[in-house]
Nanobody
Framework: QVQLVESGGGLVQAGGSLRLSCAAS????????MGWFRQAPGKEREFVAA????????YYAADVQGRCTISKDTAKRAVHLQMNSLKPEDTAVYYC?????????????????????WGQGTQVTVSS
């Protein structure tokens, strides 16, 4: 496992933008993937976006496709989520996640159990 620290949440009006960042720490870091999940009050945690570390392929949930861009910074052990055209229904706590064991064999990228490391979460609130 690795330690993950998120930043960049906040309050924004509908139609606005936010950029979330997540930095990983630990002795070694060569994950299979890093991603973002979110959890709204009374709802289950759900997949938002992820990127596989070896090839940089990005994956998105259907309801954020076209509005969000995930990117990685290998040198800084970081992943970023640029969110545009935000909607009130995007309001949630956003969690960074990492599958830290590495390797390139397939694991389902949008499934919570794939990930073994989680950040503490950052609140995103979108007002209408």
């Amino acid at each position: 496992q690795v330690q993950l620290v998120e930043s960049g949440g906040g309050l924004v009006q509908a139609g606005g933008s936010l950029r979330l960042s997540c930095a990983a720490s630990g002795r070694t870091f060569s994950p299979y993937a890093m991603g973002w999940f979110r959890q709204a009050p009374g709802k289950e945690r759900e997949f938002v976006a992820a990127v596989t570390w070896s090839d940089g392929n990005a994956y998105y949930a259907a309801d954020v496709q076209g509005r969000c861009t995930i990117s990685k910074d290998t040198a800084k052990r970081a992943v970023h989520l640029q969110m545009n055209s935000l909607k009130p229904e995007d309001t949630a706590v956003y969690y960074c996640a990492a599958e830290s064991s590495g390797g390139t064999y397939y694991r389902p990228i949008s499934v919570l159990r794939t990930y073994d490391s989680w950040g503490q979460g950052t609140q995103v609130t979108v007002s209408s």
